[in-house]
């Protein structure tokens, strides 16, 4: 199984202030075939269910907002949120798809209000 | 717009059988896989089962593989998770969601499970 973790796991956060977190794979995400890196990020927001803000590691779903950019490649990525706004306070989670089953996740970052 | 609405959560006792139900609509249900992922109380997201888009082909993570049997109706857009033997390990909130490639792309609110004497 492909083992995900991610740090911190929480980090205080004023708003404007540029925020980067890390997930790091136990293999490599990158296919070679296609140049992708199999890797997702997720953003769960107290009292709500998990959605979607990033695949292909660098590829923002639609509807998410530009301060938000996933980068890395193989088994090395972060993501950044360039200023971070109030509602940006959440739990974010790295999964990997490369290899499945089991589709796994990081432990999660938890952003706090500092 | 996608919409996917978990129900039949509960409390349930150690050892019984609990069958979750994830009603999907906005999207042509029998065009995607399907996963279930769970969340511990104060814990991360942890995948449990995914089925393909036929129902033909099933996935368990090792922890529920011959206790739980995820399925799905195609003709009534819903996805089910029959949940047997269960222990208080199973204590989560249990989401359902679409399949894209792999991602989970949209999520249900999901339903919880507490398992308890």
């Known amino acids: 199984d492909i083992v995900m973790t991610q740090t911190p796991s929480s980090q205080a956060v004023s708003a404007g202030e540029k925020v980067t977190m890390s997930c790091k794979s136990s293999q490599s995400l990158l296919y070679n075939e296609n140049k992708k890196n199999y890797l997702a990020w997720y953003q769960q927001k107290p009292g709500q269910s998990p959605k979607l803000l990033i695949y292909?590691?660098?590829t923002r779903e639609s509807g998410v907002p530009d301060r938000f950019i996933g980068s890395g490649s193989g088994t090395d990525f972060t993501l950044t949120i360039s200023s971070v706004q109030a509602e940006d306070l959440a739990v974010y989670y790295c999964?990997?798809?490369?290899?499945?089953?089991?589709?796994?996740f990081g432990g999660g970052t938890k952003l706090e209000l500092k | 717009e996608v919409q996917l609405v978990e129900s039949g959560g509960g409390l349930v006792q150690p050892g019984r059988s609990l069958k979750l139900s994830c009603a999907a609509s906005g999207f042509t249900f029998s065009n995607y896989g399907m996963h279930w992922i769970r969340q511990a109380p104060t814990k991360g997201l942890e995948w449990v089962a995914s089925i393909s888009p036929s129902g033909g082909s099933t996935y368990y993570r090792d922890s529920v593989k011959g206790r739980f049997t995820i399925s799905r109706d195609n003709a009534k857009s819903t996805l089910y998770l029959q949940m047997d033997s269960l222990r208080s390990e199973d204590t989560a909130t249990y989401y359902c969601?679409?399949?894209?490639?792999?991602?989970?792309?949209?999520w249900g609110q999901g339903a919880s499970v507490t398992v308890s004497s």
């Open positions: 969601a679409t399949d894209q490639f792999g991602v989970m792309d949209a």
């Open positions: 292909w590691a660098s």
């Open positions: 999964q990997q798809y490369y290899n499945f089953p089991p589709w796994t």
